[in-house]
């Protein structure tokens, strides 16, 4: 996250870029923010749930310049459980259940966006089933409507893979959800 922020930096000098990390997790990753200062400021950051989630995962409280607090808005820097057995999806559920809670909490018309490694391969797993669920920060997957279905090797769905495990993209496990607000 440091060496993106300092690229960014060498890339637009006129602009200041700053980041935030989360604490490092038993596997050594992290989450964070790279963020254009000039454009909106970290008001928050701190790590949620921690402990009881297998990566870190950080949410930031951000503001538009020249607002002030009206479009205040939220995001979560997430990296989910991996794998594909049934042990594995039911701990990313509970970590989408547990993460949506949080933001939730956050009230009715908050601001919020999920962003990060999702790790699922379908629309239909249940941790997807529980982002978008109902609830006062109902999220939305922000590629749109031709989102539903399994994408796991699937060319239909090859505008929305991310992932590639050395051959060529094949899953979609980078996501971004966004509440309507």
Known sequence: IGKLESILDSLYPSTDYASVV???????????????????SLLESIEVLPGS??????????????????????VYS??????????DKTDRANE??????DADGLGEG????????????????LAYVNLVSA??????????????GDWLDNPDFIHLHSQDPGAAMDDRFDIMFGTDE
């Open 135 to 148: 609830g006062s920060a109902h999220l939305r997957d922000l590629a749109g409507v031709d989102t539903d």
């Open 22 to 40: 989360s604490s490092v997790d038993g596997g050594g990753d992290s989450t964070g923010f790279v963020f254009d200062t000039s454009t909106v």
């Open 78 to 87: 997430i990296h989910l459980k991996s794998g594909s057995s049934g042990q």
């Open 96 to 101: 989408a259940f547990a993460l949506r809670a």
């Open 53 to 74: 989630i297998t990566h870190k995962v950080l949410r930031g409280k951000f503001r538009p310049e020249s607002t002030v607090g009206e479009s205040d808005f939220y």
């Open 110 to 125: 908050a601001h919020v966006l999920f962003v990060g490694d999702f790790n699922m391969q379908s629309s239909s797993e």
